[in-house]
């Protein structure tokens, strides 16, 4: 038998740690206590990853000690332009610390020394023993390192491949002959990273020619004087600079650590400190994989200040406990007293219709035969009006056995003055509706409560009981399978077992009631919540209830005619290539374009080594190689057709042969809808080819068409109304074209003079600043040289001073409260606003200035929407309203009512909210034989 190879694995910790942090920046992971947990999550992902896939006999982590005194005593500006590590980042350090501990890994920390002099020193020593030694670690100073027996391990980042780097890839990548040479590279052309100098003027290409002829650095500087033109005047000037710039590249391999084998060997873990670190992160999952356990979520200890919040100034973020809202965790239905009635008998009936007369509120939920309200059934229904009790009916197959038993709370539903209290009520009115019953009385939705109180993170029911009243409910798996073809219904299941599950619903959402009214008022979110978001709930259950028909005849034919077109364009990819090959590779598609057809000498490679081949690369290409355009065309024309002309016909529903797309109201952290099943958000609008797509839309039959209504430049009106900026208002209130206004203000001609290139220009600044766009993405937008792109914007922040005055005060009100709100008072909590971190406080910063402006228009157009459900309701119509998408309305309207309500959706969208400054509220409104033609 061969003796095992010994593979030892130095991890960079920081190095790790800041990718992990920054990987998951705009998605973060927040516990029930308002903890991110980003950094930890990712690194102990990396971690695992290279214990299950690499193997290593031995392992430690290496975490920095300080700069070592000689570098600092050198230059003192060395890593000096580092930013200030984000403070969740910073927080991260002792949980991840503890977790490594927990597995048994050695923590490596050498005062004075950085961390790759730790892993250069063991590096070397562990060489000397016979081991393959893996760098783990993004950093590519650690090239110098590398020998057969030493390599860079670079963990895939955000789901790419991981790369191995020995001598022949270092080599490669810097351009140099042997990996000495690398200290000698950024001698000479600096680590703008670790504020590493190299000579003025330098880049890596001018650095790999003079190595290429010289050697080494010192070699290029005694040949200073032979070096022509500016790069030897640059040379001879930067001399110091790159003498020193190579000393601080230099990696120590001497430093005052010891490689003992025993004591790096990996071990058996220590399961209960993992259990520990793991519970209090939240890391199911990890419990579940690692330790072979089932933990629920453990809220209970009082949560920190999150970072980046000044104390005293938002004590009270939701999400963020207080000493006095600290639960006890562990309950769950084997521990905790309840009385849960199956109802069959008459005397349980009498109990059960009793005591829901004699309630004002009465929490109520549906059991189903699967999660589509539009084609399952109902399977039984519970109820609650106080905790710890609750009653469920078992509801027979057939529905009009189903529909005698519901007659019996004909009077309960019909009553105006109930309350009824549900978890994501949508689904369980569009259930009932289905059955012929409407609830007449109010509503009280803890999802969308919960949404307004804290708009980010999961809103699950175990989730939030674990979290509010640490209880971990019954798991529907438990009763009908996990996911997967093998996965049953409650129809499945005997009613007793369903019984438990059921009620326990209406029992948890009625203590949810309990927690969330009070916080409603506490965080200043009650108006939004019964204005905005509780009548949009049974407006949204009608228009799904409707659902929309297409066309499949135009679906069918027009599929035919993309996949002409995407072939076409395919065909003439390989023409101009020279070859066939695999056009939906992006790998393939790199090499060809630039290892084989060189057509940009700079192409750029992407986290997994192969090349960037996306929009935006393509598009820059397109001015260079007609190859590009064809390669747009055909992603464009494929994706089309794949995501919507061949996928919307499989989403129609059997029963009424429409499509009936899904309404979330409680995702977007704006407040803006969004739906799925199909997602008509995405629909592309911009391209001819795209918008065909909303032909397949038609009324549903020769006695109906199709009437679309949308905003005009809501979210600039917004702009200028909460800005009160004198030019914008003025130009709204006077009915001019904004964009051309805007643009005979930005480059000083009449408005009759501006040119459309102008126009173009300065509407892309009008919708591009308010959503912190500077000026090299408006270069990259309008394809024109940076230089012209500041002069636009700095021209633009001169005439609409009030703009640039509202973004400063609307970070400054965040900076100040923690939060910004929309005219509804809708909230978004931004935690990182006060972050010493400027990539993390900047985001922050651009989220404070759009949120009110993006979330005044949701709310906007989900007013609209209750205005238009209710004026229907009123006038009898029988027009119906069914499909909403960004500011845009869409009805089935009979032929006779045509006439009569589209001055009725004007009116209801005009007058849903009235806009501060002035500032009008204008839709405008068309009609079609579909969606296309009326818009």
Not at 704 to 718: F, G, K, N
Request: aromatic share 8%.
């Amino acid at each position: 038998m061969e003796p095992q190879e010994k593979k030892l694995f130095l991890l960079d910790a920081m190095a790790l740690i800041f990718r992990a942090y920054y990987a998951l920046l705009r998605n973060p992971r927040i516990t029930s206590k308002g903890k991110n947990t980003n950094a930890q999550f990712g690194f102990t992902n990396t971690l695992i990853d290279l214990i299950n896939n690499q193997k290593p006999t031995h392992m430690a982590v290496c975490f920095e000690g300080g700069a070592p005194a000689g570098r600092i005593t050198d230059f003192a500006d060395y890593k000096a332009n580092r930013q200030e590590a984000p403070e969740d980042l910073s927080a991260s350090i002792p949980d991840i610390k503890r977790m490594l501990q927990g597995f048994n890994i050695p923590i490596l920390e050498s005062e004075g020394f950085e961390a790759d002099d730790v892993i250069g020193t063991l590096s070397k020593q562990a060489e000397k023993l016979g081991y393959t030694v893996y760098m783990v670690t993004p950093d590519k100073d650690y090239g110098q390192l590398v020998s057969e027996k030493v390599k860079i391990y670079k963990p895939g980042y955000q789901g790419g491949e991981v790369e191995i780097m020995g001598p022949e890839e270092v080599c490669n990548k810097w351009c140099i002959k042997d990996v000495s040479q690398v200290i000698d590279m950024l001698g000479l052309m600096g680590d703008a990273v670790d504020n590493i100098p190299g000579i003025a003027g330098v880049g890596e290409k001018t650095a790999c020619k003079l190595l290429a002829e010289y050697g080494t650095l010192e070699n290029v500087l005694e040949n200073a004087d032979s070096i022509k033109g500016a790069l030897g005047e640059k040379v001879r000037k930067g001399r110091e600079s790159a003498i020193m710039s190579k000393k601080l590249a230099t990696i120590i391999c001497d430093v005052p650590v010891d490689f003992h084998e025993e004591d790096f060997r990996l071990k058996e873990w220590n399961k209960d400190a993992l259990r520990e670190v793991f519970t209090e992160l939240e890391f199911r999952t990890f419990i579940k994989r690692l330790l072979g356990e089932d933990v629920p979520d453990t809220p209970g200890t009082p949560a920190r200040k999150s970072a980046g919040t000044q104390a005293g100034l938002f004590d009270t973020v939701p999400g963020e406990e207080t000493e006095n809202s600290v639960v006890t965790p562990g309950k769950n239905i084997h521990n905790t007293p309840h009385d849960y009635t199956l109802v069959e008998s008459e005397g349980e009936w009498k109990e059960l219709l009793d005591a829901l007369t004699k309630a004002k509120e009465i929490s109520f939920d549906t059991e189903t035969t699967g999660i589509d309200a539009n084609t399952a059934d109902l399977v039984g229904m519970s109820f609650s009006v106080e905790v710890g009790k609750g009653w469920y009916v078992p509801l027979p197959v057939k529905k009009e056995e189903v529909q005698a038993i519901l007659k019996r709370f004909d009077a309960l539903f019909a009553n105006p003055d109930k309350l009824w209290i549900g978890h994501n009520t949508k689904y369980d009115l569009l259930m009932l509706k289905w059955y012929g019953v409407e609830i007449q009385g109010k509503l009280f939705d803890t999802l969308l409560a919960h949404y307004v109180i804290e708009p980010d993170g999961k809103r699950n029911m175990d989730w939030l009981s674990a979290k509010y009243l640490g209880y971990e409910p019954v798991h529907i798996e438990e009763l009908i399978g996990k996911k997967g073809k093998n996965q049953g219904t409650m129809r499945d299941v005997e009613p007793e077992k369903v019984k438990e599950y059921a009620v326990e619903d209406t029992d948890v959402t009625l203590q949810f009631k309990g927690v969330f009214e009070p916080q409603l008022e506490q965080y200043g979110v009650r108006r939004v919540f019964d204005e905005v978001e509780v009548p949009l709930v049974p407006v949204l259950r009608d228009i799904e209830f409707e659902g929309v028909r297409v066309d499949t005849g135009f679906l069918r034919e027009y599929s035919k005619l993309l996949e002409q077109e995407a072939s076409t364009h395919e065909e003439k990819v390989y023409e101009l290539a020279g070859q066939k090959f695999n056009l939906g590779s992006p790998k393939q598609l790199g090499e060809i374009l630039f290892d084989q057809m060189k057509l940009d000498p700079k192409a750029k490679k992407t986290k997994t080594g192969q090349y960037a081949t996306g929009e935006d690369v393509l598009s820059k290409l397109a001015k260079e190689h007609p190859i590009a355009d064809h390669i747009v065309a055909y992603r464009e024309l494929t994706k089309l057709r794949s995501t919507y002309v061949d996928a919307l016909p499989e989403l129609i529903n059997p029963r009424t042969g429409r499509i009936h797309t899904n309404f979330a109201q409680a995702v977007a952290v704006t407040g803006r809808l969004s739906s799925n099943n199909p997602n008509l958000q995405n629909i592309p609008i911009r391209t001819d080819r795209g918008k065909e797509i909303r032909k397949a839309f038609i009324p549903r039959d020769e006695g109906h068409v199709l009437v679309s209504a949308d905003y005009s430049q809501i979210e600039l009106r917004i702009v200028s109304a909460l800005s009160g900026d004198p030019v914008m208002c003025d130009a709204f209130r006077q009915g001019k074209d904004v964009h051309t206004a805007t643009a005979a203000k930005v480059y000083k001609v009449a408005e009759e003079e501006v040119t459309k290139a102008q126009r173009s220009k300065a509407k892309s600044v009008n919708f591009g600043i308010i959503y912190g766009q500077g000026a090299f993405g408006l270069a990259e937008n309008l394809r024109i040289p940076r230089a012209e792109a500041k002069e636009i914007i700095d021209a633009y922040r001169a005439e609409f001073a009030g703009i640039v005055a509202y973004m400063d005060e609307t970070i400054n009100f965040c900076r100040a409260n923690g939060y910004v709100q929309t005219v509804m008072g809708r909230k978004r909590w931004l935690r990182d606003i006060n972050s010493a971190n400027f990539t993390v406080r900047g985001l922050a910063e651009r989220n404070a200035i759009n949120s009110p402006i993006q979330g005044t228009a949701a709310d906007m157009i989900k007013l609209a929407m209750v205005n238009v459900h209710n004026a229907f309701k009123k006038h009898g119509f029988k027009s119906k309203m069914i499909l909403q998408v960004h500011d845009e309305l869409v009805f089935d309207v009979t032929l006779d009512e045509v006439e009569l309500v589209k001055p009725v959706i004007l009116e209801a969208m005009q007058s849903a909210m009235v806009l501060p400054n002035g500032i009008p509220v204008i839709a405008e409104v068309g009609q079609g034989s579909n969606w296309l033609e009326a818009h």
